[in-house]
T-cell receptor, first 111, second 113 residues
Framework: EDKVVQSPLSLVVHEGDTVTLNCSYE??????LLWYKQEKKAPTFLFML????IEKKSGRLSSILDKKELFSILNITATQTGDSAVYLC???????????FGQGTRLTINP | DAGVIQSPRHEVTEMGQEVTLRCKPI?????LFWYRQTMMRGLELLIY????????DSGMPEDRFSAKMPNASFSTLKIQPSEPRDSAVYFC???????????FGSGTRLTVV
């Protein structure tokens, strides 16, 4: 059974800090890993990663995948209160369109 | 593009009642997914359709749950009879044809009392 584990489950930091969120996975025939941000409503797509060592970047957010060690990290620099959310990691397999999600990391940024 | 549209946004019902959740995917997206989110179990896939055909329903908890997709622009998830443990947020999502960048609806928060 495919498994995605995120850590930490919860994190509280001050505005301006840098955070690193972790996602490890076990999946038969890995295809891709995706990061989502969930505020009050629906998850919104951040990144999709398919190749090891290639950093994806969007503003203050960046992510990288290590397919050998089966994990990914999501970095957020110079955090802002608007970054407070649950960050979800999910994996897919070739030929299967469904996402298998981790439990999420609840990030709280205090002013 | 109106996005994935779900209704109702909130539903409160008594145990034993039938509940129907509705979803309109993005036009042109040919795969539709129903997920359930709870604090305990996170986001779990219930069922997904490709070109209106159910592909994987292994996540449907039990016979009380059923889902249909009669056409490319509409799907329903029905719970009959509902139980308090069904209380959760139910999300519908759609994609075009590749497994990235799912677009989620705003969800239906179901409370069964």
């Amino acid at each position: 059974e495919d498994k995605v584990v995120q850590s930490p489950l919860s994190l509280v930091v001050h505005e301006g800090d840098t955070v690193t969120l972790n996602c490890s996975y076990e999946v038969t025939n890995f295809r891709s890993l995706l990061w989502y941000k969930q505020e009050k409503k629906a998850p919104t797509f951040l990144f999709m990663l398919t190749s090891s060592g290639i950093e994806k970047k969007s503003g203050r957010l960046s992510s990288i995948l290590d397919k050998k060690e089966l994990f990914s990290i999501l970095n957020i620099t110079a955090t802002q209160t608007g970054d407070s959310a649950v960050y979800l990691c999910a994996v897919t397999r070739p030929g299967a369109q469904k996402l298998v999600f981790g439990q999420g990391t609840r990030l709280t940024i205090n002013p | 593009d109106a996005g994935v549209i779900q209704s109702p946004r909130h539903e409160v019902t008594e145990m034993g009642q039938e509940v129907t959740l509705r979803c309109k995917p993005i036009s042109g997206h040919n795969s539709l997914f129903w997920y359930r989110q709870t604090m305990m179990r996170g986001l779990e896939l219930l069922i997904y359709f490709n070109n209106n055909v159910p592909i994987d329903d292994s996540g449907m908890p039990e016979d009380r749950f059923s889902a249909k997709m009669p056409n490319a622009s509409f799907s329903t998830l029905k719970i009959q009879p509902s139980e308090p443990r069904d209380s959760a947020v139910y999300f519908c999502a759609s994609i075009r044809d590749t497994a990235y960048g799912y677009t989620f609806g705003s969800g239906t928060r179901l409370t069964v009392v």
